[in-house]
């Protein structure tokens, strides 16, 4: 047994030491053939990425990352007519938009990179109907406000209410985009609209006291 023991140990070690040569040797000249076999040629060159440019640099909405679609949209039903796909798409659509026209493709092809909340591309005809969608509401939001606060329904304290109310909505949205809104623009901007809707409060007034005569 004792003279079993250091002859096999002895045939182990020998059998690794040339079995480690045999495969450094191998390893050697596989290196030295693939170096051999294509001299001279660079390595290739990392794939440029699909994505356009000007995709990647946009910068609105970094506010939303990690948001979930239904819980944006619960909060824009709960204040306004607008869905979260909406509110994306009429952003995009401002920001996207060239001398010939809004870049719908683009948009939707591009979609998920754009907008941390949305995750499906679009086509370019889901992009429109979505821009319309938006139009259509802000038109009838409109008209229905106007009528609000030209028929005599409010009064000039409750209308001022109204619009600050509303002010505070849209000004809310466009910080969460990353517009950048000074005090100084805050105040001018609704002290430049409570002078408009005084001023049509006012016209409409008189229109009614001419129609009574």
């Known amino acids: 047994m004792d003279e079993d023991g250091p002859s096999a140990g002895g045939t182990t070690d020998e059998s690794r030491d040339a079995s480690g040569a045999e495969t450094t040797a191998t390893r050697d000249d596989g290196e030295q053939q693939g170096d051999d076999a294509m001299p001279g040629v660079p390595d290739p060159e990392p794939e440029e990425s699909d994505v356009p440019e000007d995709v990647r640099k946009y910068a609105r909405f970094k506010k939303m990352d990690g948001a979930q679609y239904e819980r944006v949209n619960e909060f824009l039903r709960d204040r306004t007519y607008i869905t979260a796909r909406e509110w994306a798409i009429a952003r995009l659509c401002s ?8 870049e719908m493709t683009k948009i939707g092809e591009n979609l998920p990179e754009l907008i941390p909340f949305m995750t499906d591309t679009y086509t370019p005809q889901a992009v ?23 028929c005599d329904f409010f009064t000039a304290e409750e209308l001022d209410d109204v619009m600050y109310e ?28 409570s002078s408009v809707m005084r001023e049509v409060r006012d016209a409409s007034a008189e229109l009614r006291e001419q129609d009574e005569e």
Not at 95 to 102: A, L, M, N, S
Not at 167 to 189: C, I, N, Y
């Open 166 to 193: 509303s002010t505070e909505v849209a000004k809310f949205l466009l910080e969460v985009e990353g517009v950048d809104l000074s005090v100084e623009d805050e105040l001018e901007a609704e002290d430049r609209i």
């Open 128 to 150: 429109n109907q979505a821009r319309s969608s938006f139009e259509e509401k802000v038109r009838m939001a409109g008209a229905t406000f106007l009528y609000g606060a030209m």
């Open 95 to 102: 920001d996207f938009r060239t001398e010939t026209g809004v």
